[in-house]
């Protein structure tokens, strides 16, 4: 069993900064990936942010220089710094451990304002 509990999104204008947080409940949470992703509305589910065991990231190409993916293992928990905020980027945020696909949380919603 896995539980995924996000927090942190809300309101912000254009410009701004957001950190979402995600809580995982998992068995060796240190030994596994973790992705953020986004779901705008009408919009399928798009992978925004992945980050190894190790440490290592990636990032789709609309966020690069903007988003940082990390983690905190000793806590459980893989945070998304969000920078420079678009409109764009405005969905509910997901996190996930790819290595079990079929859990996921409730999201967060992230509404950036023009």
């Known amino acids: 069993q896995v539980q995924l509990v996000e927090s942190g999104g809300g309101l912000v204008q254009a410009g701004g900064s957001l950190r979402l947080s995600c809580v995982v409940s998992?068995?060796?949470?240190?030994?596994?990936?973790l992705r953020w992703y986004r779901q705008a509305p009408g919009k399928e589910r798009e992978l925004v942010a992945s980050?190894?065991?190790?440490?290592?990231?990636t990032y789709v190409d609309s966020v690069k220089g903007r988003f940082i993916i990390s983690r905190d293992n000793s806590k459980s928990t893989v945070y998304l710094q969000m920078n420079s905020l678009k409109p764009e980027d405005t969905a509910v945020y997901y996190c996930?451990?790819?290595?079990?696909?079929?859990?996921w949380g409730q999201g967060t919603q992230v509404t950036v304002s023009s």
């Open positions: 980050i190894t065991h190790g440490g290592s990231t």
């Open positions: 998992m068995w060796r949470f240190s030994l596994n990936a």
């Open positions: 996930h451990a790819p290595s079990f696909p079929r859990f």
